[in-house]
């Protein structure tokens, strides 16, 4: 199954170095700072094959093509499309302060949250090949649905697929909504169904 949001099971994060001993013999002042290097420095020695960038690499625009980081905790941040921002994905499950960094440039990601990494190669071809899925699937479950009078006013207030943007951020909620309409639909025609049968 395609995780979205918990990549780093194994990438080491600002947490885990700035317990290093290495950084808690130096004055307060200059330990994150150190401990951001030791975890930047840590990664490419851990993981050659990704691509990760510290705070000095702000001065750079971000890399062509790039849609998804993991920052110096390990939480997934995306790239919001023509937009030139990212946004942190926030955790399954209930916590505190999750996703509520806002909207950043990409000089601003890496400032406040760097060293970031590339996540693993297959995340990217799962989630391309889930998102082609579904995009496959719009015409055919918007046209289902606007045959019904769930689907004329399903009181979610979304947007029809046909409607909705390339940005599928919230990719999971519109999944669910969908989901919910299409159930309406089926117990509606089941009532339907019982009611015809209790006439004969």
Same mark, same amino acid.
């Given at each position: 199954?395609?995780? %979205? *949001?918990?990549?780093?099971? +194994?990438?080491? *994060?600002?947490?885990?170095?700035?317990?290093?001993?290495?950084?808690?013999?130096?004055?307060?002042?200059?330990?994150?700072?150190?401990?951001?290097?030791?975890? $930047?420095?840590?990664?490419?020695?851990? /993981?050659?094959?990704?691509? %990760?960038?510290?705070? +000095?690499? !702000?001065?750079?625009?971000?890399?062509?093509?790039?849609?998804?980081?993991?920052?110096?905790?390990?939480?997934?941040?995306?790239?919001?499309?023509?937009?030139?921002? @990212?946004?942190?994905?926030?955790?399954?499950?209930?916590?505190?302060?999750?996703?509520?960094?806002?909207?950043?440039?990409?000089?601003?990601?890496?400032? +406040? /949250?760097?060293?970031? %990494?590339?996540?693993?190669?297959? @995340?990217?071809?799962?989630? $391309?090949?889930?998102?082609?899925?579904?995009?496959? $699937?719009?015409?055919?479950?918007?046209?289902?649905?606007?045959? *019904?009078?769930?689907?004329?006013?399903?009181?979610?207030?979304?947007?029809?697929?046909?409607?909705?943007?390339?940005?599928?951020?919230?990719?999971?909620?519109?999944?669910?909504? @969908?989901?919910?309409?299409?159930?309406?639909?089926? +117990?509606?025609? /089941?009532? !339907?169904?019982?009611?015809?049968?209790?006439?004969?």
């Amino acid at each position: 199954m395609l995780n %979205t *949001t918990r990549l780093s099971d +194994k990438l080491p *994060t600002l947490e885990e170095a700035a317990q290093y001993r290495v950084v808690l013999v130096l004055p307060p002042d200059q330990r994150e700072v150190a401990a951001r290097a030791l975890v $930047a420095q840590q990664r490419r020695e851990q /993981f050659p094959g990704r691509r %990760t960038w510290e705070a +000095k690499d !702000s001065l750079l625009p971000a890399p062509e093509g790039l849609i998804a980081v993991l920052d110096n905790e390990g939480d997934l941040w995306r790239s919001i499309p023509g937009t030139g921002e @990212w946004r942190e994905v926030p955790r399954p499950g209930p916590a505190l302060g999750q996703g509520t960094n806002g909207r950043l440039l990409w000089s601003q990601l890496l400032q +406040k /949250f760097a060293p970031v %990494t590339e996540p693993l190669g297959e @995340w990217a071809q799962q989630r $391309a090949d889930v998102m082609g899925a579904l995009r496959s $699937a719009r015409v055919e479950l918007d046209c289902l649905l606007a045959h *019904t009078a769930v689907g004329a006013v399903d009181g979610t207030g979304s947007r029809s697929m046909l409607e909705a943007d390339e940005d599928d951020d919230d990719l999971l909620d519109r999944a669910k909504r @969908w989901a919910s309409r299409l159930s309406v639909v089926v +117990k509606s025609d /089941f009532s !339907s169904f019982v009611i015809a049968r209790s006439w004969y």
